[in-house]
């Protein structure tokens, strides 16, 4: 059976080292991060999502998966080796892509046998080549690059990489393609092989498509106000169409957030610019998801009437349930847009509070959720966890200072709170 090593152990580097040592591998997993490595080594995830440290012990405890602050000792012994770091957006929005050249470079110094060298991080079209040339200048041994992006979603990763809906795998022939068939042969699912640059494009084009359908349904949301349709029912109505699909995003809401969306619209955005073309669609596309964040924000300025000195309570921070990820979540830009304006806030996030006191220590944070409505003059719904799913209207109104409600998930019905005689703002309700 094959070694596995994977450099980067954030998000994707470490359910893909976890999953891999549970479907039986000798996985030995890499990270720059000491802190990260200390506590993975006693079994303490980083990163909270459903499953992973049950997993990881396990796993630990069988001698599976071991953890490495050095590279030379983590790959010492692999047949494949995941670049698993992260490709976060610059300023400008172009990829940055130094973490990437630098596991490359330390991968190809490090090298002492023939490897499979994988790009899982999502890669701007062309890294695969990059990171063969630095492999070139730096290896002794002879390799083979290919590209494995990652599709699973946070908050269901384990299930996501363990039955994915498919496996792309960009590969040049021969021996790296036998590798790559071995290594997902306990996966079932439909594996596509493709070269390397249509597979880096493929996962970009995947996460831009997600992305214009929730900005697609947000610029409908404000119509639906507008003329009086419930946008959630027109999804649904969509979504019958076989051509459309059950599966289909189109959950109107404050905006596409997260790691992934933001930056990979903006990724695919400056690669069509670096090669003299446009994607129009996709500029479109952010500047909705814009809009729709700062129509999130008029609403609650709408019902509480001038923001400063007002108390405002938000249920989630995180960018969406089951998970403690803040990056890009709608839910801190209107947390920030709430305090320039002179806005009490107190927050509630099950899981996220850990990172957000970091972003936000100047705002109070709460474990009640109803206890936190106390003289708040407003509620604005963020995040749509299970635990605000099960609170009542009625137990809102007996706690909340004021009776407004900015319900950005649509988790209740406008109906139903006006009936109570809350001032109710929805997304496209
Ligand atoms: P992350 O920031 O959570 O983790 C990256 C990790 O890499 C960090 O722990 C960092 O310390 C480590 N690292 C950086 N340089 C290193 C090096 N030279 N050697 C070893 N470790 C190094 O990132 P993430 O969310 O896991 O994303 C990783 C990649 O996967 C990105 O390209 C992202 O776009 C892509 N992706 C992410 C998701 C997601 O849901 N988070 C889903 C699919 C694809």
Redesign the pocket.
């Known amino acids: 059976m094959k070694r596995i090593s994977v ?7 470490l359910v893909t080292g976890v999953c891999f040592a549970e479907l039986g591998y000798e996985v030995s997993c ?4 000491k802190q ?1 490595i200390e506590d993975l080594k006693k079994g303490i995830s980083p ?1 909270y999502e459903p499953g992973i440290e049950t997993l990881l012990v396990k796993n630990i405890k069988k001698g599976r998966i071991k953890f490495f602050n050095n ?1 030379e000792e983590g790959i010492a012994h692999a047949d494949v080796i995941f670049i ?4 976060p957006s610059k300023k400008d929005g172009t990829v940055e892509t130094k ?1 990437i050249e ?2 490359a470079e ?1 991968i190809g110094r490090n090298m002492r046998k023939y490897a499979v060298v994988i790009n ?4 701007p079209v062309g890294t695969g080549e990059r990171v063969a040339k630095i492999l070139e200048k730096h290896a002794k041994v002879k390799f083979d690059v290919v590209s494995n ?6 908050g269901q990763a384990i299930s996501d990489f363990l039955k994915p809906d498919r496996v792309v795998i960009g590969v040049p022939l021969g021996r790296a393609k036998k590798i790559m068939q071995e290594l997902y042969s306990l996966i079932k699912t439909e594996i596509l092989f493709t070269d390397v640059r249509t597979a880096e494009m493929i996962k970009y084009a995947s996460n831009a498509y997600l992305a214009v359908s929730i900005s697609f349904i947000n610029s409908l949301s404000e119509l639906c106000e507008k003329i009086g349709a419930n946008v959630d029912e027109v999804a649904l109505g969509m979504k019958l169409d076989q051509r459309i699909g059950k599966r289909a995003f189109l959950n109107a809401g404050p905006g596409y957030g ?3 969306f933001p ?2 619209v903006k990724g695919l955005i400056s690669t069509a610019r670096k090669y003299d073309t446009e994607l129009p669609l996709l500029n479109v596309t952010e500047e909705i998801n814009k809009r729709q964040g700062d129509r999130v924000l008029a609403k609650v300025v709408g019902l509480v009437k001038g923001l400063h000195g007002k108390k405002v309570a938000v249920w989630g921070l995180a960018f969406k349930p089951e998970t403690d ?1 803040l990056r890009e979540s709608p839910a801190v830009r209107l947390v920030e847009d709430l305090l320039s304006a002179g806005a009490e806030v107190v927050c509630f996030d099950p899981v996220a509070e850990a990172n957000g006191r970091q972003l936000f220590p100047q705002i109070t944070f709460s474990n009640n959720s109803l206890g936190m409505l106390k003289d708040a003059d407003c509620l604005v719904i963020m995040t749509e966890w299970k635990q605000f799913r099960e609170i009542t209207l009625l137990q809102i109104k007996k706690n909340i200072g004021r009776a407004n409600i900015v319900d950005a998930r649509n988790i209740y019905k406008k109906a139903e709170a006006e009936a109570l005689g809350f001032h109710y703002e929805g997304i496209g309700q």
């Open positions: 450099m980067g152990t954030g998000y994707v580097g890499v990270d720059i991060d990260k990163i590279t698993a770091v992260g490709t973490y630098r596991a330390e899982k991080s999502t890669v992006p990652e599709f699973l979603r946070e997260g790691s992934c930056k990979d990820d």
